[in-house]
């Protein structure tokens, strides 16, 4: 289990967006989904929603704590058009 949680490509850009249309952000919503869990479990949800289609391993951030609770979770955006 290397670094499959990158925020960022090789370029050095945010790819925590995960875009599911085009045009600029001022135009779209951003929606957060978030998983929770152990790291291994975590790994597995995410591997499986790049199985279907849903996300790139990349896109989602680092495992992170939450600062109250201390759980372990991770992080993906997607972008909506705004209605």
Known sequence: MSEEFLSNDESGRDVGNGDLVGGSRGDREPVRITVSGSKRG???????????????IHEWSKPQHHPQTGALFCILTKYLPRE
């Open 42 to 56: 975590m790994t597995s949800i995410i591997h499986q929603l790049y199985s279907l289609g849903f996300a790139q």
